[in-house]
């Protein structure tokens, strides 16, 4: 049978066309025709503008043999054309059915048509992806009758079923042809009544996601009954106060209690908060609680560490950036808060809620904090207000003068905190709080950079009383310049050399922060030299190791690089080294106020590459995207509690690398607290390849479990094998030693 790579999106276009029909004829004998159907089929036109528009089909004779074709093209420069076909419903198809078309391709400049030929089942015209399937065809002036083989299958079809086929093709040249029957052929687990019913749905437009081609969603959904979610283990400092929310899924409502609790702790049975002061005494507190709902209950042990350490599993929440941009506002935050409730996205454990740049107003002329800006009319109200849906508020800052934005720092050129003779006209700016323009213009205004008097400590008490949870501060050393040097038109360097003034920014923000009564996640994005990682991450809680990330491929694969595993290796219980955001769902675009949100460019197995490594990399887990628009798809990479375990154990092991091959693949694994370990199963290539784990290079022996299906698919003895989609990733736990076996996805 032919075996397919885990994501049902995985392109076969590496193999030899004849090859692959040669696999489908093995894997799938039909045994009957259940069903010959065909209805009116829409034309795909144009894709120059990102969107394939429908226009008016017509019917075709093709060969003289009485049957009904349709014709489809491609526009001038198009990239894709395809049909789509109303079975109706009714229909159940299961693993080894296949769909088969019976299609004439038309004429192709310069070069035979070979590209992969894919189908899509949806919901409806415009529904969500049920199932996919691939053929590459070669060039041919005949009939061409394709099969296209579906590896999992659906239930429950409740809504009409279409059948979308999608011909891709290069700006060189366009793609003609005709197809006629549809024909839903048995395999050895087709079930159900399977009618088609014709449907004449004429030329209505067909809105096609391309971004949204083969998303496959394999975790599957929560019973009803609750399951404790979240963090083990949670760090406070002594005496300060304790700001914790248990987290639980399952049917609402669910209700919270605890036992355990040190004196003058108490827990909110609806929120699941836990507040009240730490105990004076450094140590280990363990503290059972319980989640409840009509359907049962569920408990576990919360260890309370009380010590010098904040933050002993990285942060889970959401970030402003690369969503609202300079557009954020205190609207904007309430509704992400809001969606990060009814999505569910709390339940799991998302608790921050990040402001990123652009919020800051003037400083108070009397305390000389920084306050906010225009589009936050109450913090502490709104605070308040995300608080009580569970979550935590996070805020953004900087040492320099300036923010990259253009928007005034933490430092300021005088003890008035008047900033005026660096002030944009107002004529020039983006917006009014926006006074001195984007970076790296400040460099010229020398306002990029440390000023002469600190504020930093002013500003974290306002932070403190405002109620914040996070704080990220953001800047680069630059070297100071003479005036010659500037009007000789020298480039500033990244400042690396001055290693006490560098050194003396960390340790005296960070010491001002420590100063509060209140534990703050603190977040630093300097640029520092490789050998000056240890000394950060004695200083924060996170430390950035690279540059702001971006939506391409080469950004999910730079974790992988010698440098960055280097400075992996630094990563504690409270202190990370930050690869940046992960990059999926819907996103706006840095410096905009954006208010349509595109979907993530990266491919789908992509996106559980990224998930994955961020998560055996021990990496904080912060979205940046539109979460009231996020689909299914996108949910389901961010709520299964088996993958986010991994993340948020509380052993707390950075992830190692077992085997590579540089470019081509990777091997990791992560020591959990339970003593199994989580491996990652990386395809870097651009094709399909199998990936082997030794258990010898493993150090172990036991069961495997697929963690994102959540579920048990074999033994590892000598060695487990698996397919893996280009660009994907397999992700396992190995625990609890059994028979051995190999087994392929």
């Not at 394939?52 to 526009?75: L, M, Y």
């Not at 229909?91 to 894919?118: C, H, N």
């Not at 990029?448 to 002013?458: I, K, L, S």
Request: hydrophobic share 35%; glycine share 10%.
């Amino acid at each position: 049978m032919v075996v397919w790579a885990t994501g049902l999106a995985a392109l076969i276009s590496h193999a030899e066309p004849i090859q692959f029909l040669e696999q489908v004829s093995r894997g799938v004998q039909p045994t009957a025709d259940v069903s010959s159907v065909y209805s009116a089929i829409t034309e795909f036109g144009d894709n120059s503008n990102g969107g394939v528009g429908a226009e008016s089909h017509r019917d075709q004779p093709a060969g003289g043999d009485g049957q009904k074709w349709f014709f489809f093209q491609t526009g001038n420069g198009g990239k894709e054309a395809g049909i789509r076909i109303n079975l109706g419903q009714g229909f159940e198809i299961s693993d080894g059915d296949s769909i088969q078309v019976g299609m004439l391709l038309g004429e192709k400049k310069r070069q035979a048509y070979t590209d992969p030929v894919s189908v899509m089942l949806t919901d409806g015209p415009v529904g969500r992806p049920l199932a996919l399937a691939t053929y590459a065809p070669a060039y041919t002036d005949g009939k061409d009758q394709v099969t296209f083989l579906f590896k999992e299958g659906l239930r429950d079809t409740q809504k009409p079923l279409h059948v979308s086929i999608l011909f891709k093709q290069d700006s060189e040249g366009f793609v003609q042809g005709l197809a006629r029957d549809v024909q839903i052929v048995q395999g050895d687990g087709l079930t159900g009544d399977v009618q088609g019913r014709s449907a004449n749905h004429g030329s209505e437009p067909f809105d096609y996601d391309g971004t949204i081609w083969g998303k496959e969603i394999l975790t599957p959904k929560p019973g009803p009954e609750p399951k404790m979610t979240g963090t083990t283990i949670f760090g406070v400092r002594p005496g300060k106060p304790i700001r914790y929310c248990a987290t639980a899924i399952g049917a609402k409502p669910l209700t919270f209690s605890a036992t355990g609790l040190p004196a003058g702790v108490s827990i909110d049975s609806k929120t699941g908060w836990i507040t009240g002061r730490a105990p004076q005494q450094q140590g280990d507190v363990t503290i059972a609680v319980t989640a409840t709902n009509s359907k049962g209950s569920d408990s576990r042990d919360l260890i309370l560490r009380v010590g010098d350490e904040i933050c002993l599993t990285p942060p889970m929440g959401w970030n402003s950036w690369y969503v609202h941009s300079e557009g954020v506002s205190e609207q904007a935050i309430r509704e992400m808060a809001t969606a990060m409730k009814e999505t569910g996205l709390q339940n799991y454990g998302w608790s921050f809620v990040n402001i990123d740049d652009c919020w800051m107003g003037e400083r108070d002329p009397v305390t000389k904090r920084i306050q906010a800006n225009g589009k936050f009319d109450d913090m502490n109200a709104m605070v308040d207000y995300v608080n009580s849906l569970g979550l935590k508020v996070g805020i953004y800052s900087t040492t320099w003068m300036s923010t990259f934005a253009g928007y005034i720092g933490g430092t300021a050129p005088n003890e008035a905190g008047d900033y005026s003779e660096y002030y944009m006209p107002e004529s020039e700016r983006q917006n009014p709080d926006q006074v001195f323009g984007r970076f790296p213009s400040g460099i010229e205004k020398r306002i990029c950079e440390v000023g002469p008097v600190w504020f930093v400590d002013r500003d974290a008490q306002q932070f403190a009383e405002w109620g914040i949870d996070y704080v990220k501060y953001d800047w680069l050393e630059w070297d100071l310049m003479t005036d010659e040097e500037r009007a000789a038109g020298v480039k500033p360097v990244r400042h690396g050399r001055d290693k006490q003034k560098q050194n003396g920014i960390t340790q005296r923000f960070y010491n001002d922060f420590r100063a509060l009564d209140r534990d703050i996640v603190l977040s630093l994005s300097p640029k520092h030299e490789l050998n000056e990682d240890g000394f950060v991450r004695d200083n924060c809680n996170l430390w950035r190791l690279t540059a702001d990330i971006h939506a391409h491929w080469d950004r999910m694969i730079a974790p992988f690089e010698d440098d960055v595993v280097k400075r992996l290796a630094l990563t504690r219980p409270g202190s990370y080294g930050d690869l940046d955001m992960l990059q999926i769902g819907p996103k706006g675009r840095p410096n905009r106020a954006e208010k349509v949100f595109r979907p993530s460019p990266l491919k789908p197995t992509e996106q559980y590459h990224q998930v994955t490594l961020w998560s055996l990399l021990t990496q904080p887990l912060l979205l940046s995207c539109n979460i009231p628009t996020m689909d299914e798809f996108d949910l389901n990479l961010v709520t299964n509690h088996e993958v986010l375990a991994v993340n948020q154990d509380a052993l707390c092991k950075q992830g190692y690398r077992l085997e590579n091959e540089k470019g081509n693949y990777e091997l990791w694994a992560k020591d959990l607290a339970d003593g199994s370990k989580a491996v990652g199963l990386f395809n870097l290539s651009d094709d399909n390849q199998v990936l082997t784990l030794s258990a010898q290079t493993l150090g172990m022996k036991g069961t495997v479990r697929d963690l994102w299906r959540q579920k048990d698919i074999g033994t590892l003895e000598d060695s487990f094998s698996a397919n893996v989609s280009a660009h994907g990733v397999v992700f396992l736990k190995i625990s609890e030693p059994k028979t051995a076996a190999v087994a392929s996805f």
